[in-house]
Nanobody, 120 residues
């Protein structure tokens, strides 16, 4: 129902920065929240950061002060600015979106994921 396209991942040295983008498209009436999750090999997927349509944000303790999530509601796009990257930030990052459809109902969707690798 909603397609999510992620971009901006890659390889960076420790201490460096990356900016992830996620754009939602499809039968969207409004987006309630967008967020980023990550999953490292052998670990469970975990919340990194999320933002509501009103701009309320939530961060994992491990990224507070280093990562910033923002959103452009007009473009249905969320951004994750990642500064001070550490090797432990290495993971596949997934965009998540919870949206009200133009038809009846709500949908929660995931992007395909984008790799972030931080070299020490």
């Amino acid at each position: 129902q909603v397609q999510l396209v992620e971009s901006g991942g890659g390889l960076v040295q420790a201490g460096g920065s990356l900016r992830l983008s996620c754009t939602a498209s499809g039968s969207i009436f409004s987006i309630n929240s967008m967020g980023w999750y990550r999953q490292a090999p052998g670990k469970q997927r975990e919340l990194v950061a999320a933002i509501t349509s009103g701009g309320i944000t939530n961060y994992a303790d491990s990224v507070k002060g280093r990562f910033t999530i923002s959103r452009d509601n007009a473009k249905n796009t969320a951004y994750l600015q990642m500064n001070g990257l550490k090797p432990e930030d290495t993971a596949r990052y997934y965009c998540n979106c919870y949206a009200k459809l133009r038809g009846p109902g709500w949908t929660e969707d995931w992007g395909q994921g984008i790799q972030v690798t931080v070299a020490s």
